[in-house]
T-cell receptor, first 108, second 111 residues
Framework: EDQVTQSPEALRLQEGESSSLNCSYT??????LFWYRQDPGKGPEFLFT???AGEEKEKERLKATLTKKESFLHITAPKPEDSATYLC?????????FGGGTRLMVKP | NAGVTQTPKFRVLKTGQSMTLLCAQD?????MYWYRQDPGMGLRLIHY???????AKGEVPDGYNVSRLKKQNFLLGLESAAPSQTSVYFC??????????FGPGTRLTVT
């Protein structure tokens, strides 16, 4: 059974304080690992897809990396508008298995 | 392009009532999905479709039915609503089964 665990559950940062979110996974035959951002009251917004260990993707202040067992979402010099819940998901077939998410709060 | 749209945005039902949630996408995607999101449970897949006329069960299919008569639409039905079905429902679509694009959600309360 595919499993995805995200840590921490919640993270409070000061504006400009860089940090990383963790996504640990177990899956048979990884087709892809996905990161999403979800704002309150809205649907998840697609950020990145990573397909193989060693791969990295960047978008503005976000950088996602992948190993054989986990993925990290690095946030460099975050701003208050980066506050959201970040979701990680894995695919081994036609379906995605989601983690519980990390709620990020960035204070000015 | 509107992307993925969901109708309605909010709904309150009484136990035993039925309703249908509509999802529409204008991206010509083959794959469509219905999820529910509950506090502490994350996003869980209810049913999905890999093409027009096809449907398949996800992780939590009991109490729900779906239909994909047209490629752009995916309907989720509740025949006899129960309080345990109070949740936020999200529809998503995908071109080839990889990246999924989500709609804005439907907040359903069953009393």
């Amino acid at each position: 059974e595919d499993q995805v665990t995200q840590s921490p559950e919640a993270l409070r940062l000061q504006e400009g304080e860089s940090s990383s979110l963790n996504c640990s996974y177990t899956v048979s035959g990884l087709r892809g690992l996905f990161w999403y951002r979800q704002d309150p009251g809205k649907g998840p917004e697609f950020l990145f897809t990573l397909y193989s260990a060693g791969e990295e993707k960047e978008k503005e202040r976000l950088k996602a990396t992948l190993t054989k067992k986990e993925s990290f979402l690095h946030i460099t010099a975050p701003k208050p508008e980066d506050s959201a819940t970040y979701l990680c998901a894995v695919s081994a077939g036609n379906m995605l298995t989601f983690g519980g998410g990390t709620r990020l709060m960035v204070k000015p | 392009n509107a992307g993925v749209t969901q109708t309605p945005k909010f709904r309150v039902l009484k136990t035993g009532q039925s309703m249908t949630l509509l999802c529409a996408q204008d991206m010509n995607h083959e794959y469509m999905y219905w999820y529910r999101q509950d506090p502490g449970m994350g996003l869980r897949l209810i049913h999905y479709s890999v093409g027009e006329g096809t449907t398949a069960k996800g992780e939590v299919p009991d109490g729900y039915n779906v239909s994909r008569l047209k490629k752009q639409n995916f309907l989720l039905g509740l025949e006899s609503a129960a309080p345990s079905q109070t949740s936020v429902y999200f529809c998503a679509s995908s071109l080839e089964g990889y990246e999924q694009y989500f709609g804005p959600g439907t907040r359903l309360t069953v009393t």
